[in-house]
Nanobody
Framework: QLAESGGGSVQAGGSLRLSCAIL????????MAWFRQGPGKERERVAL???????TYADSVKGRFTIARDNARNTLDLQMNSLEPEDTGMYYC???????????????????WGQGTQVTVSS
């Protein structure tokens, strides 16, 4: 169970911080990611963090977005800076985890999704 917050409306060049509350249990091995879907666009993964360990970003957000897991708050956060109108969309967090250690965990599919939070960037 995941629940996003932090979306809103901002002008181009501004910043937003999205937070995904982890309400269920995440096992020792996990893939957690932020996805977005803009108007008329397909859903895309914008940032990934996992226990392999790796952190990856879509080319369109590299250098502007930062994904981080806050174990103290039990959240998955996405700091978004230098926002552009093209960043507009519904943002979702997603997770998949496995009990025990799974080397090179596959992060292609996710079985837990939040309800989404809207981000609107105006020019």
């Amino acid at each position: 169970q995941l629940a996003e917050s932090g979306g809103g409306s901002v002008q181009a060049g501004g910043s937003l911080r999205l937070s995904c509350a982890i309400l269920g249990h995440i096992y020792e091995t996990y893939c957690m990611a932020w996805f977005r879907q803009g108007p008329g666009k397909e859903r895309e993964r914008v940032a990934l963090i996992n226990t392999n360990p790796e952190i990856t970003y879509a080319d369109s957000v590299k250098g502007r977005f930062t994904i981080a897991r806050d174990n103290a708050r039990n959240t998955l956060d996405l700091q978004m800076n230098s926002l552009e109108p093209e960043d507009t969309g519904m943002y979702y967090c997603a997770a998949r985890s496995w009990a025990g250690w799974v080397p090179s965990a596959p992060c292609g599919e996710y079985n837990d999704w939040g309800q989404g939070t809207q981000v609107t960037v105006s020019s």
